[in-house]
């Protein structure tokens, strides 16, 4: 019954995701996290001038990174309303968004994805946009823009400019001036920041070898006991049988939602391939993959036949989240 309710598009929806939010993030705003994470080896300037404003306020951090987070779920959804892309206007996709997202429990902390990943809907919704669109599509100037801006708060952000140019490919016939304005997008914000580390007298050298550092791989898959090995697991497999629903009615959708669900396998594959092969201590790119298994997983709940099945397979979802908080 619960999938059913969250399924139909209700305003009742929004304050249940507040309500979720803060109940998937409550134990530990009371307790003190037993793991704590290192989110790149130098924080990237604008992540790092958040942090120093907040001068290390444990409870205001969390809270503005709660906050931030159902801002990305509700954005997630609001992809579906303004575009179409399943058979409701429902917060569905900002649940399971929530749910994937909270449940690694030590990123539920204030972190650089929570803020990079804001720009990277906003981005995403811009893509879309540009569907049939007559002329030059200057949103891919702004997608860039806004992916570089948010790699200012998290640096492996910027690997999401694969997504802007499969975006590119999909929506777009090939025009070449598209092409440049996702380099120039994506070069601005750096010109800025180091134009104004020159006017402010600060070492350009040092500043962008720092940067750099934050790219060198790093590999850690010891940051998961049993109980995450199991609920994600679980998720894999979820993930598989909604791919094969995918699959099998690919043919009777709209062109429009093919070439979505299209770019959202590419931000799965992307964040995917980044992290097993780069970066596998950074769990909290799971944000951005998360944006294609909300969609995926809402997709797959929407079209089973079995409406029982479906309130079964949630129910362990959910039950899975639920382990984790007792055991972590």
């Known amino acids: 019954m619960f999938l059913k309710f969250l399924k139909v598009g209700r305003p009742v929806q929004f304050m249940l995701i507040l309500v979720f939010a803060v109940l998937f993030w409550l134990k530990y705003f009371i307790l003190t996290q037993p793991v704590q994470m290192n989110f790149e080896e130098l924080p990237m300037p604008l992540f790092q001038l958040v942090s120093s404003l907040l001068g290390g306020q444990e409870f205001l951090s969390k809270a503005i990174a709660l906050s931030l987070l159902v801002i990305n779920a509700l954005l997630l959804s609001r992809l579906n309303i303004k575009f179409i892309v399943l058979k409701s206007r429902t917060y569905l996709p900002s649940f399971i968004f929530l749910l994937v997202v909270s449940s690694f429990l030590p990123l539920q902390c204030l972190n650089p994805v929570v803020f990079a990943s804001i720009f990277m809907l906003f981005a995403i919704e811009a ?52 092409w ?94 980044v992290y097993f092969s780069l970066y596998s201590r950074s769990v909290e790119l799971i944000y951005f993959s998360g944006f294609a298994i909300a969609y995926i997983l809402s997709y797959y709940f929407f079209n089973l ?24």
């Open 180 to 273: 440049i304005f996702t380099i120039i997008g994506f070069m601005l914000p750096y010109l800025f920041l180091f134009s104004w580390y020159y006017l402010t007298g600060q070492e350009l050298i040092s500043r962008w070898q720092g940067m750099i550092t934050n790219f060198l791989p790093d590999h850690d898959f010891g940051l998961f006991n049993r109980y995450y090995i199991l609920f994600y697991a679980f998720l894999a497999l979820l993930i598989l049988l909604a791919s094969r629903k995918m699959i099998s009615n690919y043919q009777g959708l709209k062109i429009y939602v093919r070439k979505f669900y299209r770019l959202n396998f590419w931000i799965f594959a992307v964040t995917l391939f």
């Open 127 to 178: 893509i879309l946009g540009t569907f049939k669109k007559e002329g030059l599509a200057y949103e891919y100037f702004l997608a860039s823009f806004l992916v570089s801006t948010g790699s200012l708060f998290y640096a492996r952000g910027a690997y999401l400019m694969f997504i802007i140019w499969i975006g590119l490919s999909l929506f777009r016939n090939f025009r070449w001036r598209e």
């Open 305 to 328: 036949r079995s409406k029982l099945t479906g309130e079964i397979l949630f129910g362990l979802l959910f039950a899975g989240y639920v382990m984790l908080l007792i055991t972590s």
